[in-house]
């Protein structure tokens, strides 16, 4: 099983729709989450970070279920500026993995007119 | 302009060659990885520096040799490279490391598509 599965997609979304996807992660010792964009051939950009109580940004909020061991990406009002791929990323936890972060291998959203 | 900078953007090669691809970044951080991006999109670290100090070196071949002259540089070199190297590899750089890692995003060069033909 690979320590970050994410849904490849693509997700296609209607301008102005939601649009929201998972990311789930093996190692319970995992502390920290994150959130990022990566547009097509360019480098990934932090999106942003998930704290344990659910956070919003704008139009973007993630949520965390340590219980279920994933974390969620909801985009309300989608721009055609969001089409991209979001790629979940999770420190690896115990004692060896220290300051190490795991990337999925993204999840593509495609918003059309 | 702050920034994480590599070069070369393309590097076009053949198997067997040795090359190198150099990153700098004018951000004042502490740390500078080396990940590589594979054709199934998975980021995988390679080698991380913590004030020129390797902390990092996950399962690479020992092809694969990172120098950091100093804080705000990390060159990779690769020796005798395969098909097998061909990839995305980006620079990046983040101010604190490890349980500080929370608040320290990871700032990404634009990347080296190294093709080994």
């Known amino acids: 099983r690979k320590e970050v599965e994410q849904d490849p997609g693509p997700f296609n979304v209607p301008e102005g729709a939601t649009v929201a996807f998972n990311c789930t992660y093996s190692?319970?010792?995992?502390?920290?989450f994150f959130w990022y964009r990566q547009d097509c051939r360019k480098e990934p950009k932090l999106l942003m970070s998930v704290y344990s109580s659910g956070n919003e940004d704008g139009r973007f909020t993630a949520q965390l279920n340590r219980a279920s061991q994933y974390i969620s990406l909801l985009i309300r009002d989608s721009k055609l500026s969001d089409s991209a791929t979001y790629l979940c990323v999770v420190t690896r936890g115990g004692a060896d993995s220290w300051g190490k972060l795991q990337f999925g291998a993204g999840t593509q959203v495609v918003v059309t007119p | 302009d702050t920034a994480v900078s590599q070069t070369p953007k393309y590097l076009v090669t053949q198997m067997g060659n040795d090359k190198s691809i150099k990153c700098e970044q004018n951000l004042g951080h502490d740390t500078m990885y080396w990940y590589k991006q594979d054709s199934k999109k998975f980021l995988k670290i390679m080698f991380s520096y913590n004030n020129k100090e390797l902390i990092i070196n996950e399962t690479v071949p020992n092809r694969f040799s990172p120098k950091s002259p100093d804080k705000a540089h990390l060159n990779l070199h690769i020796n005798s490279l395969e098909l097998g190297d061909s990839a995305v590899y980006f620079c990046?750089?983040?101010?604190?490391?490890?349980?500080?890692?929370?608040?320290?995003?990871?700032?990404f060069g634009n990347g080296t598509r190294l093709t080994v033909t």
């Open positions: 190692n319970s010792a995992s502390q920290s």
């Open positions: 990046a750089s983040s101010q604190d490391f490890g349980e500080f890692a929370y608040n320290s995003p990871l700032h």
